[in-house]
Nanobody, 116 residues
Framework: QVHVVESGGGSVQTGGSLRLSCAAS????????MRWYRQAPGKERDLVAH???????NLADSVKGRFAISLNNAKNTLYLEMNTLKPEDTAVYYC??????????WGQGTQVTVSS
């Protein structure tokens, strides 16, 4: 079993910053990729950022230039640095872990609220 726990969400004003963390623990042999998704009320869950075990990253167009994703392989911990936050960034942010055997695990989510 793999446990995934997000932290770092909160409420900020427009232009503010937050740093999300995602810690994966348990029966982890090898991580293939870790991802951040977000889901706003009444909307689908969308991919925000992606990093592979080789360090390859990708960001959604809506957050490029404002967000950065990084992975500490030794700690199995994923980060999402969010700057210049906008009200449209308001959502529940979920961490997704993909192991080398392609099994996936989700965290419980952390709320990010950006007020204008």
């Amino acid at each position: 079993q793999v446990h995934v726990v997000e932290s770092g969400g909160g409420s900020v004003q427009t232009g503010g910053s937050l740093r999300l963390s995602c810690a994966a623990s348990g029966n982890i042999l090898s991580i293939y990729a870790m991802r951040w998704y977000r889901q706003a009320p009444g909307k689908e869950r969308d991919l925000v950022a992606h990093v592979t075990d080789s360090g390859s990253t990708n960001l959604a167009d809506s957050v490029k230039g404002r967000f950065a994703i990084s992975l500490n392989n030794a700690k199995n911990t994923l980060y999402l640095e969010m700057n210049t936050l906008k009200p449209e960034d308001t959502a529940v942010y979920y961490c997704n872990v993909v192991l080398s055997n392609m099994k996936t695990y989700w965290g419980q989510g952390t709320q990010v609220t950006v007020s204008s």
